[in-house]
T-cell receptor, first 117, second 111 residues
Framework: GAGVSQSPSNKVTEKGKDVELRCDPISGHTALYWYRQSLGQGLEFLIYFQGNSAPDKSGLPSDRFSAERTGGSVSTLTIQRTQQEDSAVYLC???????????????FGPGTRLTVL | RKEVEQDPGPFNVPEGATVAFNCTYSNSASQSFFWYRQDCRKEPKLLMSVYSSGNEDGRFTAQLNRASQYISLLIRDSKLSDSATYLCVVNPYSSASKIIFGSGTRLSIRP
């Protein structure tokens, strides 16, 4: 079946512009995560959606970052007034339930490589 | 101290060798542990979960040492295709949103 898809695969933008990154999780997966990964670094948790529950936004680095998940499926990560330090790969992952003590396997999308000039 | 720490490497070993690396975690109440593999410029993919009793999958063996708070990954008879970055993943709070990824250990297998 189809895996997690993300678009665009690459995004180059100018400092100060807003960007929107999209994630289509695996059908039937109720949990969705956004991470970012800077060059040579580990994954930094940004936000987590589980079903109809309020999202866990504790990882968002500033109020310029926001995310939505419409209809329990597609998610959009928005970065307003981008800064050069926002340059990174933004990875989306989904899992079946997101519960069970976090034992569910996360399936990652290919990521969006964001470059802020 | 970081919640999850890994030796960044790189580990450079010849094909056929056995290589092992560890990952330490700071929260003794951590419940679940995983190893993910990430190829260059690709997304992470689950390699294996780590069970309390240790588990093996072909050439790969994962172990958990709760007393010393580390997990390990052993790769036997390494192949060129094993070259990748191996990410240690720990869930310290039994909450799906708090999963922590280590920075990864880079492994390079040479012919």
């Amino acid at each position: 079946g189809a895996g997690v898809s993300q678009s665009p695969s690459n995004k180059v933008t100018e400092k100060g512009k807003d960007v929107e990154l999209r994630c289509d999780p695996i059908s039937g997966h109720t949990a969705l995560y956004w991470y970012r990964q800077s060059l040579g670094q580990g994954l930094e948790f940004l936000i987590y959606f589980q079903g109809n529950s309020a999202p866990d936004k504790s990882g968002l680095p500033s109020d310029r970052f926001s995310a939505e998940r419409t209809g329990g499926s597609v998610s959009t990560l928005t970065i307003q007034r981008t800064q050069q330090e926002d340059s990174a790969v933004y990875l989306c992952a989904s899992s079946l339930e997101g519960t069970s003590g976090g034992m569910d396997t996360q399936y990652f999308g290919p990521g969006t490589r964001l470059t802020v000039l | 101290r970081k919640e999850v720490e890994q030796d960044p490497g790189p580990f450079n070993v010849p094909e056929g060798a056995t290589v092992a690396f560890n990952c330490t975690y700071s929260n003794s109440a951590s419940q679940s542990f995983f190893w993910y593999r990430q190829d260059c410029r690709k997304e992470p993919k689950l390699l294996m979960s780590v069970y309390s009793s240790g588990n093996e999958d072909g050439r790969f063996t994962a172990q958990l040492n709760r007393a010393s708070q580390y997990i390990s990954l052993l790769i036997r008879d390494s192949k060129l295709s094993d070259s990748a970055t191996y990410l240690c993943v720990v869930n310290p709070y039994s909450s799906a949103s708090k999963i922590i990824f280590g920075s990864g250990t880079r492994l390079s297998i040479r012919p």
